[in-house]
């Protein structure tokens, strides 16, 4: 079992806890812009994100270099309630983050395989390692779309992976989904963990005390400790 190194932060609040990442990630994101002229940011959907969304979109940077795209999404168009794009463009993308680009993983193809193949040229042309990720996780321990019931979660969770963004079908995960693979995770420049309640962070616990949940794979790849955002 690989050593892991993380970097926990409470917050009295979820207010307080948005302001916080939402400050620590425009600091990341501009840096990024003066030293290369473009930044990437991949984030999470879920529930958990909206407030941190909302706080970060009103943040001053010049948002016009900057790439948004998803750590995953569920295989199903902005029309639906659960695209993680929608969640994104309605919270994130206002505001003066709404000049950002958006790079989502959804594609109208047949089938999840066909939009992974070409989600998977889209976040090759982004290039890695991206500046900025911010994870959520489920109460399963689950982070992205690596599910612990996904028939592929061996290759999800290598940390050497010739694809970007895989195909993923697990029965916990409802629709097939899209997601990163480990290297873009783990590769991140600064890579986050938003997580809320009382029961998320016995699920971490249990993950820094060895169970082998997809969170732990991921902590234990990261090439720079996780730093995590915590509020009950
Ligand atoms: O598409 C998704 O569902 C997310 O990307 C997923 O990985 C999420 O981070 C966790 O499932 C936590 O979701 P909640 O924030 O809804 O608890």
Redesign the pocket.
Known sequence: MREVEVALREFPSRQVLAETLAEKVVSVLAEALSARGKAVMAV?????PALFFRTLSDRDLDWSRVTVTL??E?FVDEASPRS?ARLAKENLLRGRAAAARFAGLYRDTADVEAAAELADETARALGLPFDVVVL???GDG????FFPDAPTLADLLAPVNQTLVAPVHAPSGGEPRLTLTMPALAGARFLALHIEGEAKRAVLASALKGEDLPIRAVLEHAERPVEVFWAP
């Open positions: 999470s959907g879920g529930t958990t750590v995953d569920r993680n959520g996780m489920g689950h982070t992205a779309s």
